[in-house]
């Protein structure tokens, strides 16, 4: 596997929901990546829609706060592959 492009994708939340936090990962993937309605990605020209795929896959999960109120983050990481 060949990877073609890696970016951090960082999720930050009020409550502690981990599915919404992947799927905010994968929206921010997206909008990272340039990826418009046709699948073609801007931000990562060696990008082949037929063969290459995107993989976002969670880090580590961090909670902060106090009296004040709790943040939840979430970190991923999104990659660009290609099976080679």
Same mark, same amino acid.
């Given at each position: =596997? &060949? /990877?073609? $492009? &890696?970016?951090?994708?960082?999720?930050?939340? &009020?409550? *502690?929901?981990?599915?919404?936090? #992947?799927?905010?990962?994968?929206?921010?993937? =997206?909008? $990272?990546?340039? *990826?418009?309605?046709?699948?073609?990605?801007?931000? #990562?020209?060696?990008?082949?829609? %037929?063969?290459? %795929? !995107?993989?976002? +896959?969670?880090? %580590?999960? $961090?909670?902060?706060?106090? +009296?004040?109120?709790?943040?939840?983050?979430? !970190?991923?990481? *999104?990659?660009?592959?290609?099976? /080679?």
């Amino acid at each position: =596997m &060949k /990877i073609l $492009k &890696k970016l951090s994708v960082v999720v930050q939340r &009020k409550e *502690c929901n981990f599915d919404r936090a #992947c799927d905010e990962a994968h929206s921010q993937s =997206m909008l $990272k990546l340039g *990826c418009d309605e046709d699948g073609y990605l801007s931000n #990562c020209p060696e990008w082949q829609r %037929s063969t290459d %795929s !995107i993989v976002v +896959m969670f880090v %580590s999960y $961090k909670t902060t706060g106090g +009296m004040g109120g709790w943040w939840h983050e979430y !970190i991923f990481e *999104c990659s660009v592959v290609r099976d /080679i």
